[in-house]
């Protein structure tokens, strides 16, 4: 399975860009697989499970390169994004982005996005990202993140979204999801992150705590191990303990 799905993020990403020459390291995604409001639609709507419905972060100093990125999930699924260069100068690159998420074996997949992001030379970024969901309906998602602390060591990092979602179902109404996190590597190798999402309409919040671990690393390619623990809050929904999430995460410079 992987195999295919490492082909389609080739063919999604297979054009040679300019590397701006900077002293930093390679960029990397990380995916937060918390599900911030799938068990709530499902009892009010569909039987689909949404996976990945929070939005990428990049945790990078700004690379013109096209590249992608595919997370490996718990239930044996696969996240894929690309991310390809349009403009730029040496502060800034805007870039076209898009995404599978949930991607099966045989080819399905649980929701597709794309959109556009700006990264700033001084690990800064800013991503507009429409996403479709099938059985559900629509989300659009703008980000943001702010670089804390950059040295030879360490990497800090802000980030917050705001999303709208808009069901295709005209009993539920259109609602929004906000959330907000950091996350911090140290020397390249290891990293950790905490987040919180919340959803009105539901009631709901959503913490996660993840952990990563570099296993390779070259300047065209990334692997990393990453695991740590998801839990919800909700009146609506019974008492949560937190729940395991870990996965691969592989990324690859074209």
Known sequence: MFAKIFLLT?????VSCRHLSLPYRPASYIEDNTDLFGDDIDDLYSEHEFESARPLYVNSRVRRQAH???NTNP???ANIMAKLPLAGNDKNVLSAIGGLDAVKSGGSFGAASGGVALDNVNGHGLSLTGKHIPDFGNQLTAAG???LLHNDHNDFNANAF???NFPKNPVIPNFNTVGAGVDYTYNNKLGASLSAA???LFKRTDYS???NVNLFRNPTSSLDFNAGATKSISPYIP???WQPAFGLSFSKYF
């Open 10 to 14: 080739a063919l999604l990403v297979g």
């Open 68 to 70: 992608g990125v595919m």
């Open 75 to 77: 239930d044996g699924t």
């Open 145 to 147: 993140k702010v670089n």
């Open 162 to 164: 705001a999303t709208r």
């Open 198 to 200: 919340h959803t009105d």
């Open 209 to 211: 705590a993840m952990a």
């Open 239 to 241: 008492n949560r303990s």
